[in-house]
Every structure is written in structure tokens, then in C-alpha cells.
């Protein structure tokens, strides 16, 4: 069992930077492929960006590449995805989620993600 919790969620303006953190409890992170994903209401989660466990590999998201960067502290059990040029369609509930050892490719499929943090508000206004 893995407990994840999210923070550094917040207002800010079109344009500005944000950096948002995970930290977990269980399982050492460095078995897991680390994932940030965001939800908007009546709206589907959609996949944001990928750490892949077993090569350090970082994805991420057509919408959010160039601009989000994905990172992580394995001796902290910490993920943290930084945020660039934000905008405001960048506005949703981020959540931070865990996939345990799968073989390629990195996963990004809600389907793929076995823990998942309660989620900060990221609001940027125009």
C-alpha cells in the first residue's frame, strides 16, 4: 500500500510558474513509475506527465511538453512537477499517482496507476 499526498497547488496568473509536490509512504519510489495527471469537472483525468521506473525515462503530455517538467527524489519518496507558461487551460485538480514495475511502454492510462494522492487545485487565471 502506497499513501501519496499532494501539495503546492494555488492561484496564479497566466504566465507565471508553479511547482507541485508528492510524497508517499510505503513502498520505496524508486519501484514505481511516477505520474502527474489533472482533472477537470465533466471532464475525464487525463494524463499529464510520466517518470518510467525502470530507466528514468520522462513523458509527457502534447498539451503541457516544453512547459511542465517532471522530476523526482527517490531518497525523499518525493515527485514533483514543475510548471512553466502556465495557462489557463492548465486550470484542474492535479493528482499525483504511482504504477507498479510494468514493462514497456511507460504507462499512461488511468487503468496503469495502482495509488493515488487526493489531488491539489491549480487555477490560473487570464
Known amino acids: 500500500q502506497v499513501q501519496l499526498l499532494e501539495f503546492g497547488g494555488g492561484l496564479v496568473q497566466s504566465g507565471e510558474s508553479l511547482t507541485l509536490s508528492c510524497t508517499g509512504s510505503g513502498r520505496p519510489f524508486s519501484v514505481y513509475t511516477m505520474a502527474w495527471f489533472r482533472q477537470v469537472p465533466g471532464n475525464e483525468r487525463e494524463f499529464v506527465a510520466g517518470?518510467?521506473?525502470?530507466?528514468?525515462?520522462?513523458y509527457y503530455a502534447q498539451s503541457v511538453e516544453g512547459r511542465f517538467t517532471i522530476s523526482r527524489d527517490n531518497t525523499k519518496n518525493a515527485a514533483y512537477l514543475q510548471m512553466n507558461s502556465l495557462k489557463p487551460e492548465d486550470t484542474a485538480l492535479y493528482y499525483c499517482?504511482?504504477?507498479?514495475?510494468?514493462?514497456?511502454?511507460?504507462?499512461?492510462?488511468?487503468?496503469?496507476?495502482?495509488?493515488w494522492g487526493q489531488g491539489t487545485q491549480v487555477t490560473v487565471s487570464s
Open positions: 517518470d518510467y521506473w525502470a530507466d528514468g525515462t520522462k
Open positions: 499517482a504511482v504504477s507498479g514495475g510494468r514493462r514497456p511502454p511507460p504507462p499512461r492510462s488511468i487503468s496503469e496507476f495502482d495509488f
